[in-house]
């Protein structure tokens, strides 16, 4: 496998008569090279204006650093620690953040990576409310006491500070040069095609809509990478990346191109192939559009939740891999409150409610019409042409509306769509629960909206107090089930190809709390390495 591996042959040879015995010549050195695939390009090289879908991310964690992040994993690995922070420090009043920057840290260029890079990204991203503005929203004053320390101070505590902005440096929050920018908007410019960054890999060559090559960075402050060269493939079909990864060309097939979970038994009885099981935070959802009648009606919302049959998706989709999840939060958390699930499959339960809410069947056996959009990964692919049969039989007539990833972002940011495969993310920490539920929240995107759960929120995000906070989010986890802007499904789990041999992913237990982000890929060893 790994056909794209190419030979570097760094060979002098001495071939001069009369001089003696020939000098050693070392055997050739092997170029490490890893590609796989993304299902979109990205749309620049710029990573914190906007929220990127698809393929920018995967380039960004490898080009650039942040100053804290986070990785995969569930009951290990979802740990906040330090990118460009090397240590850190919160005073006893939970409000004044010290971070310690790694000294030798320098930009691609070869400057000094410095506190005042620090500054100047989080105030522009503040002043320009780009999405990790979010995570900043408590922030009162960044000062840098000399060039290797960052000082944040907090309007109020807030014990989600950390965990929350490790977590979003996954998308954005990535630290700017601003020997680079500057004064200029990061829209523009030279940097957004031929970008500076930190990271352990720098930008080589980007030919738009076929792939970006990145090279490992001698002089990254935690040490070169052992992979020499990454090639990122644009390629949205997922079908298309599983056979390049059959021949040998891709050598990890991340979980959105997981071939059918039938197959998954065939890629196991394959000694060149590793399958990874990896735990998460995430749920799959059906997400409902408030806003749109009659799902504005919540006896429509809980009629739907009652025809969702999760064991036969689990059974159909997913060879029963998965694990169905009714609660309004993980399984295994210690903040889910096991008190209260969304409603059990009860197709008579669903038809009562539909003809309570004034939704006779009328012509053709339909109560009414309904569009169902998903992302087109594999898993939600499944999960949609099965739930569209699912509601069918109650008297929904669904049509399911497959799209790419730009082009469901694109619904998600308008709000322009009734109903949604979705995943809710309810880690590292809860308050996650107010990126997707409260009011104005970066991930509502299906116009829910209830001030008794903002109240909750609002609390919860700033004591201190453990049994406090569990027992807040018991109380907003009581009114999502009861309002049903959602209603979960499964419990994801992470289905990943790994060509047998190779290690450090961030999916896989050695890369867990070292890989630097959900896509970077500077802990990979290729085999025997």
């Given at each position: ?55 920018g ?6 080009l650039y650093?942040?100053?804290?992040t986070?990785d ?12 460009l ?16 920057l790694y000294?030798?840290?320098v ?6 990576v ?27 004053e960044i ?34 040069p ?23 890999f720098?930008?080589?060559e ?5 792939y970006?090559v ?26 298309i ?10 050598e ?8 059918a ?9 394959d ?48 060879s029963?891999?998965w ?30 409610l ?8 009328g ?7 309904l569009?169902?959009?998903e ?32 082009i469901?972002?694109?619904?998600l940011?308008?709000?322009?769509y009734?109903m ?17 539920f ?10 829910y ?5 903002d ?5 919860a995000?700033v ?26 499904i499964?419990n ?7 060509e ?10 050695s ?13 990979v060893?290729?085999?025997?390495r």
């Amino acid at each position: 496998m790994g056909r794209w591996l190419g030979i570097l042959f760094l060979i002098s040879v001495l071939a001069v008569a009369g001089c003696g015995p020939q000098a050693a010549v070392p055997p050739p050195e092997e170029e490490v090279i890893l590609t796989y695939a993304v299902q979109n390009d990205a749309e620049t090289m710029s990573p914190n204006t906007h929220g990127q879908r698809g393929g920018g991310y995967v380039v960004f964690a490898n080009l650039y650093s942040a100053l804290m992040t986070l990785d995969w994993g569930i009951t290990v690995g979802t740990t906040h620690y330090g990118d460009l922070a090397e240590t850190w420090d919160v005073d006893p009043t939970g409000q004044l953040y010290t971070f310690n920057l790694y000294q030798n840290a320098v930009w691609h260029d070869g400057e000094p990576v410095t506190s005042a890079d620090v500054k100047y990204t989080y105030e522009r991203m503040i002043d320009r409310n780009y999405p990790f503005s979010t995570f900043l929203a408590d922030v009162k004053e960044i000062s840098t006491p000399d060039d290797h320390t960052v000082v944040i101070e907090l309007t109020e505590p807030n014990v989600a500070f950390l965990p929350m902005m490790a977590q979003a440096a996954n998308w954005y929050g990535k630290i700017m040069p601003k020997h680079v920018w500057g004064d200029g908007e990061w829209d523009e410019g030279p940097g957004m095609e031929n970008p500076i960054g930190s990271g352990p890999f720098k930008f080589a060559e980007w030919e738009k809509g076929s792939y970006v090559v990145l090279e490992a960075f001698d002089d990254y402050f935690r040490g070169r990478a052992d992979v020499d060269k990454v090639i990122v493939r644009t390629m949205p079909e997922a079908t298309i990346v599983q056979s390049e990864f059959r021949a040998g060309n891709i050598e990890w097939l991340p979980n959105q191109f997981s071939p059918a979970f039938g197959e998954i038994d065939e890629y196991r009885a394959d000694p060149d192939v590793e399958v990874v099981e990896t735990g998460s935070h995430y749920n799959y959802d059906v997400w409902i559009n408030v806003a749109h009648e009659p799902l504005n009606d919540p006896r429509v919302r809980h009629a739907i939740a009652y025809a969702i049959n999760a064991d036969e998706i689990n059974q159909l989709a997913f060879s029963n891999v998965w694990i169905p999840c009714r609660y309004a939060g993980l399984p295994l958390s210690q903040f889910t409150n096991k008190n209260v699930e969304f409603p059990a499959f009860d197709p008579d339960r669903a038809e009562e409610l539909f003809e309570e809410a004034g939704l006779p069947r009328g012509a053709g056996g339909w109560r009414f019409d309904l569009e169902l959009i998903e992302p087109g990964f594999s898993t939600t692919t499944a999960m949609a042409e099965i739930l569209v049969e699912q509601f069918k039989a109650v008297g929904i007539n669904a049509r399911w509306i497959p799209t790419d990833h730009t082009i469901y972002g694109e619904y998600l940011d308008q709000k322009n769509y009734q109903m949604t495969i979705y995943y809710t993310r309810y880690g590292p920490d809860p308050d996650a629960y107010r990126e997707h539920f409260a009011t104005g929240g970066p991930r509502v995107s299906n116009n829910y909206s209830n001030p008794q759960l903002d109240e909750l929120a609002a609390a919860a995000r700033v004591t201190t107090d453990l049994d406090e906070r569990i027992r807040l989010y018991g109380e907003i986890q009581e009114i999502i089930v009861q309002d049903a802007p959602i209603v979960s499904i499964f419990n994801e789990v992470k289905v990943t190809l790994v060509e047998t041999g190779w290690t450090g992913f961030a999916e896989q237990e050695s890369g867990f709390n070292q890989s630097l982000g959900w896509s970077c890929v500077y802990n990979v060893k290729p085999p025997n390495r």
